[in-house]
């Protein structure tokens, strides 16, 4: 069974940048689309981003002009870079993708970011 491994959150001050890395036991080709959710406490996990395998590119509104989703299918590994980052942005992300065949959901352990203000 694949799994999909978060890493790269942290503490930063409002305006700084954290690059976010989802890397899979297996092949991300098996998954389409790929994509970054995050879940504030008190609040419903909620979409960020996504990318398809053939590169489309979906984003929140909230989120716009300031994070980036892309993936480099050689390092089965996804990544969120975060720029300009508001203490709204404070939640735990999680990975996800969706297997190609089964349609199933497949979730990483979630990593924390917290914005300081």
């Known amino acids: 069974q694949v799994q999909l491994v978060e890493s790269g959150g942290g503490l930063v001050q409002a305006g700084g940048s954290l690059r976010l890395s989802c890397t899979a036991s297996g092949s991300i080709s098996s998954f389409n689309p790929m994509g970054w959710y995050r879940q504030a406490p008190g609040k419903q996990r909620e979409l960020v981003a996504t990318?398809?395998?053939?590169?489309?590119?979906n984003y929140a509104d909230s989120v716009k002009e300031r994070f980036t989703i892309s993936r480099d299918n050689a390092k089965n590994t996804v990544y969120l870079q975060m720029n300009s980052l508001k203490p709204e942005d404070t939640a735990v992300y999680y990975c996800?993708?969706?297997?190609?065949?089964?349609?199933?959901?497949?979730w990483g352990q979630g990593t924390q970011v917290t914005v300081s203000s």
């Open positions: 990318i398809t395998s053939g590169g489309s590119i």
């Open positions: 996800n993708g969706k297997e190609r065949w089964s349609r199933r959901d497949y």
